[in-house]
């Protein structure tokens, strides 16, 4: 949880204002009775009767959060739970338990609409998952699931890619003579700024995406 702490906190203070602002109506809206803290009641109410997450899913997650086991989480913990919802970190399909960190997740199932199957670490590892699919089951670790999705959105925009590179090539020449001041520079392009933009929401909706297909079962084979 430690870390999700972090990155929760870098998100919310090195983030836009409205990030900020999202997470303080995010806290009001689940602190019913004003107190500054939310306690158990109001979480439950919030993530079973609001969001429809399973009770016990629930319970385990606020057992988490609840690091001093007070019964209470404040704002950072809150601003935590909003970051949890909000980049769709996963519950362990084998255990239930939220899983804080890297993960495994089935290949077939990511690339297909609805939900995926993500197994925590300790689980993997004592295979205590239990998943078919006819053609097999291929497992790969998130971190490897992100480096095949890039593999293949480069893949993808190849053409585009290499006029793109033809294109800033001059500005670079022109820093590294002698006549030109080496201020003023753009090191990332329009276009670049776009395509990184667009990965990033191509992220978003991960799940969705079809063309990851042959890279990420590709990366079975290197496992
Ligand atoms: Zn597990
Ligand atoms: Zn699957």
Redesign the pocket.
């Known amino acids: 949880m430690e870390e999700l702490h972090e990155i929760a906190s870098a998100h919310i203070k090195g983030g836009p204002e409205e990030l900020q602002e999202a997470s303080e109506e995010f806290f009001d809206a689940l602190d019913t009775d004003g107190d500054g803290e939310i306690d158990y009641e109001e979480f439950m109410s919030f993530m079973e009767e609001g969001g429809g997450y399973p009770r016990d899913l629930c319970e385990a997650l606020f057992d988490q959060l609840d690091e001093e086991e007070d019964g209470t989480l404040d704002f950072d913990k809150i601003s935590t739970l909003f970051y949890i919802l909000k980049s769709g970190r996963p519950f362990?399909?084998?255990?239930?338990?939220f899983?804080p960190g890297v993960y495994f997740t089935c290949v077939t199932c990511f690339q297909r609409p609805g939900q995926s199957f993500d197994?925590?670490l300790?689980?993997?590892k004592r295979r205590?998952w239990e998943h078919y699919h006819r053609d097999g089951v291929c497992f790969v670790d998130c971190f490897a699931m992100l480096h095949g999705m890039r593999e293949s959105m480069l893949m993808a925009n190849e053409p585009e890619m290499s006029n793109e590179m033809v294109l800033y090539k001059a500005p670079k020449n022109r820093r590294n003579s002698s006549t030109q001041p080496s201020s003023s520079k753009k090191l990332v392009s329009k276009g670049t700024m776009r395509k990184m933009k667009s990965a990033l929401s191509a992220l978003e909706t991960a799940a969705t995406i079809g063309s990851i297909g042959t890279t990420a079962t590709a990366l079975c084979t290197i496992m």
Do not use: G, S
């Open positions: 362990c399909d084998a255990c239930d338990n899983i197994v925590c300790r689980c993997y205590r």
